[in-house]
Nanobody, 124 residues
Framework: QVQLIESGGGLVQAGGSLRLVCVGSGRTFSGYTMGWFRQAPGKEREFVAA????????SYADSVKGRFTISGDNAKKTAFLQMNSLKPEDTAVYYC?????????????????WGQGTQVTVSS
């Protein structure tokens, strides 16, 4: 059984930064793809960023390109999302997810393990 636990969310002013951390446990993550998704109130869950465990492929939603950076630490089974220049529209619950098949995918249905989410609130 794979477990993902997110942390690092909080309240920040517009223009500020946060770093989200996702720690995995339960089995090896070798070959997995790690992704971050978010869901704002009243909206569908949407893709934010993803990275293959080897790091050879990354992808970002257009809305966060140039502001967010995804990275991973294989040895520690940990993924990170560095969020800079935050905007009020970035306010959402952020979820870490893992695709055990290691696909280069931005589709949430391709991710089979999910964390519980961490709240990010950006004030104007």
């Amino acid at each position: 059984q794979v477990q993902l636990i997110e942390s690092g969310g909080g309240l920040v002013q517009a223009g500020g930064s946060l770093r989200l951390v996702c720690v995995g446990s339960g089995r090896t993550f070798s070959g997995y793809t790690m992704g971050w998704f978010r869901q704002a109130p009243g909206k569908e869950r949407e893709f934010v960023a993803a990275i293959t465990w080897s790091g050879y492929w990354t992808s970002y939603a257009d809305s966060v390109k140039g502001r967010f950076t995804i990275s991973g630490d294989n040895a520690k089974k940990t993924a990170f999302l560095q969020m800079n220049s935050l905007k009020p529209e970035d306010t959402a619950v952020y979820y870490c997810a893992a695709d055990s098949l290691g696909r280069t995918s931005t589709h949430l249905n391709d991710y089979d393990f999910w964390g519980q989410g961490t709240q990010v609130t950006v004030s104007s």
